[in-house]
Structures are given as C-alpha cells and as structure tokens.
C-alpha cells in the first residue's frame, strides 16, 4: 500500500466513532465602522509601536515625500507597476537615473536587488488594528523578492485600503497569490528577549500613507 | 461529512524521532533544576511574555468569541480531516505543487534527502521548524552528506553551539548575550573579532553570517503554520524575515508539515492570525506572514513540495479523549504559564514538544508505553492555567488525567514487574487496611529517626520516593506516631486492661 492510502486509512480508523463536525459559532467582530481618519491614526499608531517611519500626505503631496525620503538614498528598486509620476519630484533632481525597475522581461537579479539601498512599492490591502501591511504581488508591489532584499522598504499605502481589524482585510484578498503581510521591520528578541529590529528582512520600513 | 470507514480498523501506528524522554521526567528535571542561570532566564522570559500576551489579549473584546470558533474550526478540522487532506491536495497540485506523504519520520526524511540530490545540491537554508526538528532531519541529513542551516537567530546559536532548545519561542533563552557573543566568535567564519555582546551586534552579525547563505542557496526546507483546504494555500509566520528568505529566493522548497495542520477555509485564517501572534510572542501582529500556493510563474521557488507527515498523529487522533492535542497551534502559551515548565525548562522533557502540551502530545504520537514518556502527563500539578490560556482551548489537564489513567492501564495490563509505586501503594493498602498492621508499620518509626541523624533531617529515601527528597529534605519522622503517644498519654493507671476505644492496635509495645 502507498504512503497516501496507508495513511488515509489510518486517519479513517482512527475517526471511526465519527465524530460530529461542530457549527463554527463566528460570534468574534467581522466589520467595524471607522472613519478614514480614526483609520489612519490607528494604523500610524501602530506601525509606530513597531518602529516603523509613518508620513501622512495628500494625494499631492506624496512626490515630495519621496523625494525627500530618497534624497540619502543610492539607488531604489520600483515594480513596474507604481505610478511613475509618484516619483516627478525625486526625477527633477537625477533624472530618473538612481531608479531601476523590475519588470516582465527584465527581472532585477538578486544580485542587483542585492546592491540597491532601498525599495519603493505600493500595497494591497492594510489593517488599521494590528499595524499590518499586505502585498499580494500586484503590478505595484512587484515579486515577493523585490521587497526583500534591499535593505530599506518605502511602502505606500492609500486611505481606501485601511480596513479596521483583519476579517475585513481578507476579504478583499485571494488567497491563491502570494502574499506578505508586514508588521513593522523585521525583529527579534531572541537574545535575552531584548528586542531588535531589523535582521534579515528590511531593517527599515517607511509608511506613507495617502488621504483621500 | 468524512465518508464512513469501511475497511478493516487498523491499530494505532505510533510516531518516531525526537518525541521521547530518555530518562523519566523527574531525574531529568532534576538536573535542569540545578541549572541556576536557565532558571532565571526562563522565569524572566515567561514572565516577560505571560505579560505582554495578557496585554495584547486584553485589548481585543472577542478574545473569547475568537477561541470559542478557533476551538470549532479545529474540532472540525479533526473530524473532517481526509476530505480536507484530499482537498488541500487537489489545489495545491493543481496549482504546480508536489505532496508526499510519510508515513512516519524515516520516511520523510528520506524523501526530504532524496529532494535534495535531486537539484544536485549539498546544503540547504532552514527556516524554524517544529515538524523537522520532531524527525530529526538535521542529524539525518548530515549522515547523508548535506549541511542544513538553520537560519532563526534563535536556532542558529543552538546549532551553532550543537545545543538544544530550551523553548519552542526562543530556543536559546537559556543562554546570556556574552554566551551568544562567544559561541559567535568560536563557530562563525569571518566573524569581526571585536564582536561586542550587544543584541543589536549579534544580530547584525548573524545578518551577515547568512545574508550570503541565503542569496545563494538553490533548496530552502520550512514548516508550515498553517495549510487553507479551500484554495490550497501554506503559510508560515516568522519574525526575523529568515522565513521569507527561505520562502522566496532559492528555486526548490521543500516543507515538512503534519497533517493535522490543516485549515478548512481562507476565512478561518482570520481567526487563527488573530489568536496566534497574541498568543504566541504577545504582539498584535508578528513582523512576516507568507502565504504561497503551490508555484507562482516568475516569482518565488518554481520547484514546489510539501511533505505530508503522519509519525504518529493518526495514533493521537484515534484517541478519543486525547485526540484535541492535535488542535496545538504551537503558541508555547500554555508553557509560559505552566508553574512545572517555568522552573524545569524545555529540556526536561526530552521530546521536541516541551510543556503542558508536550506532557500530553509527546505520549500521544508515541504511544504511552515509549521509553519514559509514561512519566510525562505526571509533570504537572493540575492547575489549569495552561486550559486558560491556550487560544484554541485545548483541555490539557483533562488529558493528563486520562493519560495517567493510560499509564497505569497499560502497566497493569503489560504484567510488568510491579513497580515501586505499585508496591507501595500494595503496602500502604496492607498497613491501612487493619489497625494491627498499622501498628506493625508505625513500630518502625524509630528507624527512620536512625535514618535522619542527629540534625533530624532525611535527606535520601531510597527508591520512588527519592524523588520527592531530590529537591527537598524531609523532617525526621517522630518516635512515636500519634496513636502510640494517645495510648501512653491515655494509659490510665488503674484502667481496666482491656482499654475501649483503641482496638488491639498499637498496644504491642506498651508496657
Ligand atoms: S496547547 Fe494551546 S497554549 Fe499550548 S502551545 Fe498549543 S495552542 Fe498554545
């Protein structure tokens, strides 16, 4: 017999009482009726608790925030995807020429992923009550590797996809793409639970939060 | 509904690998006991957790509706669980995915090795893993030539120093920062040799150490959190970003996963990420979660397996009184507030799984008579604080009780030779069973006085109840027990000779 019946059948005789399948009571909170504001101050409470950077820009004010955010920065990777006029005001100093873009057909290596200082990507969805972010590798966020590798992870979030609390985040998601959901730098309290952030994800993570 | 078995009931088929005790948990505890610096930083880091986690937990107002559906959401998971494995199966294969099952540990890692060879390669990069560690697949793969690193800051300063863990959160709790510092400093290669003994150093350090590991390596091996039937999709929780590493750049992943890890739906992971991280580290949220289904075209591993692993959970599952040990979602939780865990460490236990669920998982996977796992559902006092905290509600002393019960049935049963315990309770029934006994018994109090000493104080009971003097000295017993101090303090002088109320007992020795 084959590992899988062998072990089918264990399962099957170990279940021969037949035991009742329980309705799942989903009596927990499965919406909730925040403002965008109240949204966007959870969240950047939040990611702050987390040591993550927090900006909150008007939709207008955003290329200066990159800018600004780029200006001690070498070069920055972008999916192909972001908006490239997110990046007019950081283009009016270098022209463009620190930026380098993943795209079909012209995959960053990891090696070069390896050698930039910072990554720029949008996301998919975030959830105010728990400070997490969720790329789901759409064309604004990229392959899970770009977000990885370099050193720094400028993310940009927009007011519409702030959701309260994380039933209503998964909701809009499908669980068939990849997904990374991100709370705060990478860390560990491995050594004397003292905690530390930044090991072998980004070491810094910068959330710029868009109204409107 | 799961289809109704037909075939004939096989018996239970119990799991092998790092699951036993080798030596019964007192002797064991005993000597972690005697490790000072373990005991105070295991205290401070339960402590340290057990507060943050009630923090977290206090926060939220559906806390109890969350694990009331958590406990559901498993029972049904358990009583589902080949039309649910047979789901998981359908998507994830149609997804580019490859499963294996093993049968039990020898098996999964000889499928693990032979992944391995199969891309030519001679090391792997490893991302924390209970399931791997319960099969032995490091010391496995050595003895077949290729070198596992293990990439958990945690499990790389055990690895590196050839240790164990100490507990399943933060395997190297038992060990001090100038430790750390110079198990780096012995075992890294290029280590800066002014490494100073600051966490943010070390971590640094291990950053380093690995970062070329990972962006080179061509096979990652991971656990799996968690495996959603529904759309066939993994997903592992992590913290250091090691996980994502493992899980994105090399171009074969292979996960090791039993089979009671499963989910029903992409909605119930709402639940369980919700209880989990609180839980589990005490944050709102851990920093990474990653989920994959099967192969994503152009991003991440193309090479996609998962290994199925039964070693023992069909056996677990087949008891029906034990069988929601198998709802564990590894939070470490009931550990952190297990006053027996808390002085003893995870090492006591031998097993992989340490703690309230260990004392009752480990016996169930191996079947209670394995080596001295017997002695296992006895570390505990019956408090209850690990049934208050486990998110998904698992009733653990319930099933310590029934698991003693187990033991003593499969002893019996067995016709061992007695053992101590059953030869002292057959004396104690002796002696209480006639007040002449028990005077026989009590004359021999004046030996134990012997044994004493002058400083009236024992020391070494010989047998079983040495355990009980391991760890404390026992005041002498008196010279007279209470029933021959109430016959002379009672000894009237002119009573008539045969005194009422004190039965023929006791009076041997009275003049
Ligand atoms: S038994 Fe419960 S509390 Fe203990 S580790 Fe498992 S899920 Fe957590």
């Known amino acids: ?212 | 509904m799961s289809g109704t078995f037909l075939g004939m009931p096989s018996l239970p088929v119990f799991g092998i690998g790092n699951l036993h005790e080798h030596e019964p948990f007192p002797k064991a505890a005993h000597r972690e006991l005697g490790n000072t610096q373990l005991r105070a930083n295991l205290g401070h880091a339960t402590r340290t957790i057990r507060d943050k986690r009630l923090a977290v937990v206090s926060e939220l107002p559906d806390w109890e509706e969350l694990r009331e559906a958590g406990r559901a959401i498993k029972e049904s998971v358990m009583a589902r669980l080949p039309e649910l494995l047979e789901q998981f199966e359908a998507n994830f294969t149609a997804r580019g995915g490859i499963i294996h099952w093993a049968r039990d540990a020898g098996e999964a890692n000889r499928i693990v090795a032979a992944l391995i060879r199969d891309q030519g390669a001679d090391e792997v990069v490893k991302v924390k893993s209970m399931a791997t560690q319960e099969i032995g697949l490091n010391e496995y793969l050595e003895e077949q030539g290729i070198a596992a690193f293990e990439t958990d800051l945690a499990e790389l300063i055990v690895q590196l120093d050839h240790d164990k863990p100490s507990h399943i959160l933060v395997p190297a709790i038992h060990k001090n920062r100038s430790q750390v510092r110079d198990i780096f400093l012995r075992e890294m290669e290029g280590v800066d040799p002014e490494l100073t003994d600051e966490p943010a150093r070390l971590a640094a350090a291990a950053r380093a150490h690995l970062r070329r590991k990972f962006l080179s390596a061509k096979v990652a091996v991971s656990g799996a959190n968690f495996a959603l039937a529904d759309s066939g999709t993994l997903a592992v929780v992590e913290s250091e970003g090691n996980g994502r590493m493992c899980l994105t750049l090399p171009e074969t992943l292979i996960t090791v996963m039993g089979v009671e890890k499963l989910l029903p739906a992409w909605e119930d992971l709402e639940v369980f990420m919700q209880l989990l991280p609180r839980s589990s580290t005490g944050e709102r949220m851990n920093p990474y979660t990653s989920l994959w289904t099967g192969v994503t075209p152009d991003d991440g591993p193309q090479n996609v397996h998962l290994v199925l692993l039964d070693n023992g959970r069909s056996a677990a599952l087949a008891d029906e009184m034990g069988r929601s040990a198998l709802h564990c979602i590894r939070c470490s939780a009931c550990m952190n507030v297990c006053p027996v865990y808390e002085r003893t460490g995870g090492h006591a236990y031998g097993s992989t799984y340490p703690g309230p669920i260990g004392a009752i998982l480990s016996p169930l996977l191996t079947g209670i008579t394995a080596e001295e796992n017997s002695s296992l559902p006895y570390a505990s006092s019956l408090c209850g604080a690990c049934y208050d905290a486990c998110p998904v509600k698992i009733n653990i002393p319930d099933i310590l009780v029934h698991l003693r019960g187990e033991d003593v049935d499969s002893k019996r049963g067995k016709k061992r030779l007695p053992s101590q315990m059953d030869l002292g309770m057959k004396a104690a029934s002796w002696a209480l069973s006639s007040g002449k006994n028990l005077g026989l018994v009590e004359k021999a109090l004046p030996l134990g006085r012997l044994a004493a000493g002058p400083d009236r104080k024992i020391t070494k009971l010989p047998g079983i109840a040495g355990g009980w003097t391991q760890s404390r000295d026992i005041p002498a017993p008196p010279g007279l027990s209470f029933r021959q101090w109430w016959d002379k303090e009672h000894q009237a002088p002119a009573a008539p000779p045969a005194a009422t109320g004190t039965g023929d007992a006791g009076t041997e020795e009275n003049p």
Request: glycine residues 8%; contains cysteine.
């Open chain 1, 1 to 212: 017999m084959n590992a899988r019946t062998e072990i089918l059948d264990r399962i099957r005789s170990a279940l021969r009482d037949a035991p009742a399948v329980p309705d799942v009571p989903r009596d927990y909170r499965r919406s909730s009726a925040l403002g965008e504001e109240e949204l966007i101050e959870l969240l950047t409470d939040r990611l702050l608790d987390y040591k993550a950077n927090v900006f909150v820009e008007e939709a207008a004010t955003v290329p200066q925030r990159l800018a600004a955010l780029l200006e001690s920065t070498g070069r920055y990777a972008v999916p192909h995807g972001l908006d490239q006029a997110l990046f007019a005001e950081a283009d009016a100093h270098d022209a463009g020429s620190r930026r380098v873009t993943d795209a079909p057909g012209h995959r960053l290596s990891v090696e070069e992923l390896d050698g930039v200082d910072a990554v720029v990507t949008g996301s998919a969805v975030a959830v105010a009550e728990t400070g997490t972010i969720i790329l789901d590798a759409g064309p604004d966020q990229g392959r899970r590797v770009i977000s990885l590798v370099p050193d720094r992870h400028i993310c940009i979030v927009r007011a519409g996809e702030i959701t309260a609390i994380l039933p209503e985040a998964l909701r809009r998601l499908d669980a068939t793409r990849p997904q990374t959901w991100i709370s705060g730098p990478s860390a560990t309290s491995d050594i004397e639970l003292e905690r530390v952030e930044g090991v072998h994800g980004p070491r810094t993570l910068d959330v710029v939060i868009v109204r409107g």
